[in-house]
Nanobody
Framework: QVQLVESGGGLVQPGGSLTLSCTAS????????MGWYRQDPGKQHELVAL??????RYGDSAKGRFTISRDVAKNTMYLRMNSLKPEDTAVYYC???????????????WGQGIQVTVSS
């Protein structure tokens, strides 16, 4: 099994910054992509940022403010969020997909989610 553990959420004032982390553990042969998604009650589940072996992609709300990065050796992904706005308030979910073994048995897993609240 592959598990994801998220950390770094919390309460921050508008204009502030937070860094989220997501660490994958378990039966991992390789990771193809890791990403952050978020969902606020009443809103759709949306892509925040994605990092693959080919590069990065950001949702419109994250462009210019958020930066995604990855430490391959540690199976850990980071999301640096700057200039946070109240509308960034949501539960942020980590996702990872890859292969468990050399036989290319795949996995696609989600973290439990972490709350980010932007409020004065």
């Amino acid at each position: 099994q592959v598990q994801l553990v998220e950390s770094g959420g919390g309460l921050v004032q508008p204009g502030g910054s937070l860094t989220l982390s997501c660490t994958a553990s378990g039966s991992i042969f390789s990771i193809n992509a890791m990403g952050w998604y978020r969902q606020d009650p009443g809103k759709q589940h949306e892509l925040v940022a994605l990092i693959t072996n080919s590069g990065t992609r950001y949702g419109d709300s994250a462009k210019g403010r958020f930066t995604i990065s990855r430490d391959v050796a540690k199976n850990t992904m980071y999301l640096r969020m700057n200039s946070l706005k109240p509308e960034d308030t949501a539960v942020y979910y980590c996702n990872a997909d890859g292969f468990r073994n050399a036989e290319y048995e795949s996995f696609d897993v989600w973290g439990q989610g972490i709350q980010v609240t932007v409020s004065s």
